[in-house]
């Protein structure tokens, strides 16, 4: 047991009852109608970080909305560790598929979730797992102090491409210089799994539009005589995948780096059920590129996929006719070497080199972010694994994951310090999701890792 240990068992009442009213904020970024409540969300993580013994807290101003920053210098010879999170949310849409409201927190046991799961927007991701931090920290700070210098930068506009961090990061580069970025926004394989996210992928999101005829057509007089945006837009789209699911657009693999032998060999070794994943999703069978595992097929390799698709129309009873437009929403998943501009680039060419000359098309990029790698000799990693293991009482398994946070590779050029991913989520936790929840269980292992993880790395920093 760690000397942190009996400190969070006596306090875990009130370390939950402190996350369950932070859950209650709706911090909604996306929503301009919630700016009031991301605005006051910083505001209690500030106090949330002075309670915990943090020094020189400020709320920061950016052009957007704020980002929380506390710190706790112990001294200048100590390494620096910068924890980053996000308090802001994603929109709890579709509401009415909610079991409860998203944002009044319930405790409910789940299959996986025996001890019970926070029901919550945000309760993943990321307000869970950033808060974990602050508890943490407080718990170091009630038993003898941190060993090693520690600053946090807890941002409110991750879930909308975090537009302003960049702006905020450029000029703060003193203030936040560090050796390593610790970050808790990502999950782990199983509830007794342990893994560590060693690679996120990149991301490059665009909206398509086809035009067809300049106004809504009757689709009996004009129906076959000119082209019908949504057929064409839709053939488009099916084109975009061949029959193997690999993708069509022209240059698009040249960059991908393969992974080796040995990491595929190492990924296949992970605990993973084919079975329990179809059956999770209701799903009688897997879909994608042929040659590759489900698991690598949503970490190591790219993909194209339609988030979104309208036009014509859509209301009760049939209205019969031809739409002057359609559009989608396309993302695409990135992997090293893939950079976001270039995919951006290459779809825009092959998206208007496939159209008929019967319609027309633009593209308009949306925010990107390039894939990220740690390696597994990181100082920062090799700590995480210490960690873990003393908490899990078994090995983590490094592996990639299929999301992205696109931020960190600005932290790297701007600060020169690599970002290692501990998170306590899992992928069944439904983030971004209607019901989206998170282990109590995984809240206080998070709490109670993460203090092992500064003792881990400042043994490391000594060399
Ligand atoms: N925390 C997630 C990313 C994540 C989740 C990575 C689980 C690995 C495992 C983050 O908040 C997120 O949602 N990122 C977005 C990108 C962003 C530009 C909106 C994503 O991956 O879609
Ligand atoms: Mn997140
Ligand atoms: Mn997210």
């Known amino acids: 047991m760690s000397k942190y240990e009996s400190y969070i068992e006596s306090n875990k009442d009130q370390m939950l009852e402190e996350l369950i009213d932070l859950l209650k904020i709706p911090s909604i970024s996306a929503d301009p109608a919630y700016k009031g409540d991301v605005e006051k969300t910083a505001q209690v993580v500030a106090n949330h970080l002075i309670s915990a013994g943090a020094d020189n807290v400020t709320v920061e101003e950016t052009p957007g909305y704020p980002v929380v920053y506390g710190e706790k210098m112990v001294s200048p010879d100590a390494p620096t560790v910068l924890v980053y999170g996000h308090y802001d949310v994603q929109p709890p849409d579709p509401i009415e598929l909610w079991d409860s409201p998203p944002f009044e927190p319930v405790i409910k046991k789940t299959d996986l979730h025996p001890e019970g ?39 409110g506009e991750e879930e909308v491409g975090s537009a302003n961090l960049g702006w905020y990061v ?14 808790s926004d990502t999950g782990m394989i199983g509830p007794d799994t342990p893994s560590i996210t060693t690679g996120l992928r990149g991301l490059s999101y665009v909206e398509v539009k086809v035009t067809g005829p300049n106004r809504d057509l009757h689709s009996g007089l004009y129906g076959g005589a000119v082209a019908n945006p949504i057929n064409i837009l839709s053939k488009m789209i099916g084109s975009l995948h061949d029959e193997n699911n690999h993708i069509t657009v022209e240059g ?68 019969t006719v031809i739409a002057s437009w359609a559009k989608a929403k396309i993302s695409m998943r990135l992997v090293p070497d893939q950079d976001p501009n270039e995919i951006t680039d290459i779809f825009l060419k092959h998206f208007t080199k496939i159209a008929p000359s019967s319609v027309k098309v633009e593209v308009t990029p949306h925010h990107g972010g390039e894939p990220y790698v740690t390696g597994i000799d990181h100082p920062g990693y090799r700590a995480a694994a210490t960690a873990m293991k003393a908490s899990f009482g078994k090995d983590a398994i490094p592996m990639r994951s299929g999301g992205s946070i696109p931020i960190l590779s600005l932290f790297e050029r701007e600060l020169g310090a690599k970002s290692i991913l501990m998170g306590f989520g899992l992928d069944s936790d439904a983030i971004h999701s209607p019901n989206e929840h998170y282990g109590v269980r995984n809240y206080f292992m998070g709490i109670k890792t993460i203090p092992l993880w500064f003792e881990a790395y400042a043994e490391e920093m000594k060399g």
């Not at 945000?122 to 210098?149: I, L, R, T, W, Y």
């Not at 450029?170 to 970050?183: F, H, M, Y």
């Not at 690598?296 to 049939?318: F, H």
């Open 117 to 155: 799961a926070i029901f919550a927007r945000g309760a993943c991701d990321d307000k869970g797992q950033f808060f974990m931090h602050v508890k943490a920290f407080e718990s170091m700070m009630q038993n003898g102090g941190s060993p090693v210098n520690v600053k946090f930068m807890i941002e």
């Open 170 to 183: 450029a000029r703060n580069r003193e203030k936040l210089a560090c050796d390593v970025i610790l970050i």
């Open 252 to 319: 698009f693999y040249d960059k991908v780096q393969d992974v080796s032998d040995e990491e595929r060999a190492g990924m296949a070794k992970a605990p993973f059920s084919e079975e329990a994943y179809k059956k999770a999703l209701d799903l009688s069978d897997t879909w994608g590129e042929k040659g590759y595992s489900t698991i690598e097929r949503a970490s190591i390799r790219p993909t194209l996929d339609v988030n979104g698709i309208w036009g014509g129309y859509t209301g009760e009873g049939a209205k």
